[in-house]
């Protein structure tokens, strides 16, 4: 029975080859360049989301908390009729308090890498021109395993930071503006009034101009004298095995050291929500590219259902059901969207290795950057799932209209 069920599909659809063959052409467009279009943005999010992984810390440890504390008179009397406003807080030095005990408990978590970190302002005066800095104090042999400065080094390397308590890594737009070269000397004054001289013994380039004008690497020591803060540390930045999981990780370390921890997805909330939004959209306009293409095939089967009803009546009246006859309709719909997988699929791969082979320059920049494309299975299985559901879809409708053909009212007007 479904033998003969799927042929009589098959010679329904090949009685109207031209009209068949656009309905299959608006799939195999509709399934290349849902495909395509889809690779090309999720390509493009996970590009993004790896660069802002690998390019920020996973978690940040911040010396402050998220709630300002309580003033002792609203601790000592929570239900008092009269208030206080406006107190003074008690003026303290900001970092966070024991660092190093804090730092032993983090790195006793699995699948984690943790480094203090002291960030400070600076100003460095140079063949008569001053820049502000933002002074970063790390320890030495922790920067290639916190952070992806090291890949972006076009002169020096970290090992000459970590052999050199006085080297400095400034950023190529700095050296520009101020005619430094690697070798050099200049000297930082912090707004604590000391100073102090550093040799470059590195310079990096990141392709953004305002971090590689305004953001210096020094050892951890050092700021911390310039800044006056002996043993102190106003910042833990923490690498994760798993980028994933950093919400849950900065949980678990905001519940047990008290500090504000906050995670990659967190500091970039609105970025992310961003893309979210972005994704419904591209996924809206590509679906409406098959929904088009689905109205052919909805035309071919309405029109077959129309031209083929005394013979569905013949059917009927031989034994087939309403569900048979449901059944052939709908396998309609199925071939030709897997007929339209078939040759789409392969279509939108064609489309996605061209876009992956053009090279774009961007204003401002010096290097060439290729359209970013994402190659994994999902892609394919998300076009040829839509574009199976949108054909089937299509057919769905004709389908139940042949189904509730009456046989007696058809043949009686035949023979009339």
């Known amino acids: 029975m479904r033998t003969v069920l799927v042929d009589v599909a098959r010679r329904h659809l090949l009685a109207r080859k031209r009209q068949t063959l656009v309905s299959l052409s608006g799939i195999v467009l ?10 090309m943005m999720q390509g493009s999010e996970a590009d993004f989301i790896h660069r802002l992984i690998d390019n920020s810390p996973h978690v940040t440890v911040q010396d402050e908390f998220r709630n300002p504390r309580k003033q002792p008179v609203a601790e000592l009397y929570p239900a008092a009729l009269v208030q206080m406003h406006r107190v003074k807080p008690e003026t ?110 590195g310079i990096f380039h990141t392709g953004r101009a305002a971090f590689d ?34 919400q849950a990780v900065a949980a678990r370390i905001e519940g047990r050291l008290g500090y ?22 591209m996924y809206s306009v590509v679906t409406a590219v098959l929904l088009v293409a689905a109205f052919g095939i909805y035309n071919v089967i309405s029109t077959v259902v129309m031209e083929k009803q005394r013979d569905i009546a013949i059917l009927k009246s031989t034994g ?24 789409g699929l392969p279509l939108g791969a064609g489309i996605m ?36 559901i949108a054909a089937v879809g299509a057919a769905w409708l004709p389908s139940r209209k042949a189904a509730k053909v009456k046989p007696v009212d058809i043949l009686r007007g035949a023979g009339a």
Request: hydrophobic share 45%.
């Open 30 to 39: 509709g399934t290349g360049f849902f495909l395509a279009i889809s690779a």
């Open 92 to 201: 303290e030095t900001r970092g966070i308090r024991n660092y190093k005990q804090s730092l032993d408990y983090i790195r006793e978590i699995p699948g984690i890498k943790a480094s203090p970190v002291l960030l400070g302002q600076g100003l460095v005066s140079f063949a008569g021109k001053d820049e502000a800095l933002s002074l970063n104090g790390m320890v030495p042999s922790d920067v290639e395993e916190v952070s992806t400065i090291g890949s972006y080094l076009t002169e020096g390397s970290l090992r000459d930071l970590a052999g050199n308590p006085d080297g400095i890594l400034v950023g190529s737009e700095l050296a520009r503006i101020l005619s430094l070269e690697r070798g050099e000397s200049i000297t930082i004054s912090a707004t604590t009034g000391q100073k102090h001289t550093f040799k470059i013994v």
């Open 213 to 246: 004008q305004s953001q210096v690497f020094l050892a951890l020591k050092r700021v911390q004298a310039l800044l006056n803060r002996p043993n102190r540390a106003n910042e833990i930045v923490i690498k994760l095995a798993d980028p994933y999981s950093a």
């Open 260 to 281: 504000k921890s906050v995670s990659w997805q967190e500091a970039s909330e609105d970025i992310m929500s961003t893309l979210a939004l972005r994704n419904i959209i």
């Open 320 to 343: 087939f059901h309403a569900r048979d006859i449901q059944v052939i309709f709908l396998t309609e719909g199925l071939f030709l969207g897997l007929l339209g997988c078939g040759l």
């Open 353 to 388: 290795w061209g876009l992956g082979q053009l090279n774009f320059k961007f204003p401002g920049t010096t290097q060439f950057n290729r359209m970013p494309i994402d190659w994994g299975w999902e892609q394919f299985a998300i076009a040829g799932a839509f574009a199976l």
